[in-house]
Nanobody
């Protein structure tokens, strides 16, 4: 199983930027999918973005398209989420996750490994 450790997050003003990083350990194969999810207070955890570890294809939820970018560095076993043009509604705990199958949707059950979560707060 993949182990994940997140870093980054914090406080930003609306319109600002933050970058989240996730460092993975353990065996990772090219068909794996890495993703980011978030959970706002009082809401269910939701899919944000995903990337295929081998080919680098990316997927995003509609609300972050054009503002967030997911990327990976296979050599360092790291993947990031660059968040620009932040909005107060982006405030949430963000989790990185790893799935051992090619991407087939952003359902939580398709990701078996999870980071500990990091808080992102966007002030208006």
């Amino acid at each position: 199983q993949v182990q994940l450790v997140e870093s980054g997050g914090g406080l930003a003003q609306a319109g600002g930027s933050l970058r989240l990083s996730c460092t993975a350990s353990g065996r990772i194969f090219s068909w794996y999918t890495m993703g980011w999810f978030r959970q706002a207070p009082g809401k269910e955890r939701e899919f944000v973005a995903a990337i295929s570890w081998g080919g680098g294809s990316t997927w995003y939820t509609d609300s972050v398209k054009g503002r967030f970018t997911i990327s990976r560095d296979s050599a360092k076993k790291m993947f990031d989420l660059q968040m620009n043009a932040l909005k107060p509604e982006d405030t949430a705990v963000y989790y990185c996750a790893a799935g051992e199958t090619p991407y087939s949707g952003g359902q939580e059950r398709k990701f078996g490994s999870w980071g500990q979560g990091t808080q992102v707060t966007v002030s208006s």
